[in-house]
């Protein structure tokens, strides 16, 4: 069972906003503004189709890790809208 690969880690995530891929400086300010006012660790990821930048908080094993997440977040001024992604 040793051969067999790790079970992947951080399926599941809570998206905040996306950005269209020409506004990838809009994404980063985004993020500096979450990490230096909320003090959370946001992240960029591209979507699949490459279109969009996805705003993320956490990375979680499963979706019910990320909705608990999600409804902390919710919580809080300015991520009312925030939604739970597969990554």
């Known amino acids: ?3 067999e690969p790790a ?5 599941y995530t809570v998206q905040v906003i996306a950005y269209q ?12 503004n979450v990490k230096n006012t909320a003090n959370l ?11 969009y930048y996805h705003v993320i908080i956490g990375r ?3 979706r019910a890790s990320a909705e608990k997440a999600q409804a ?12 739970v992604r597969q990554l």
């Open 1 to 3: 069972k040793a051969s």
């Open 41 to 51: 660790d946001a992240e960029m990821v591209k979507s699949k189709d490459g279109k």
């Open 7 to 11: 079970a992947p880690k951080g399926n």
């Open 60 to 62: 979680y094993p499963d």
């Open 21 to 32: 891929v020409q506004n990838k400086a809009m994404a980063e300010e985004y993020i500096r």
């Open 72 to 83: 902390e977040l919710k919580k809080r001024k300015g991520f009312a809208d925030c939604i």
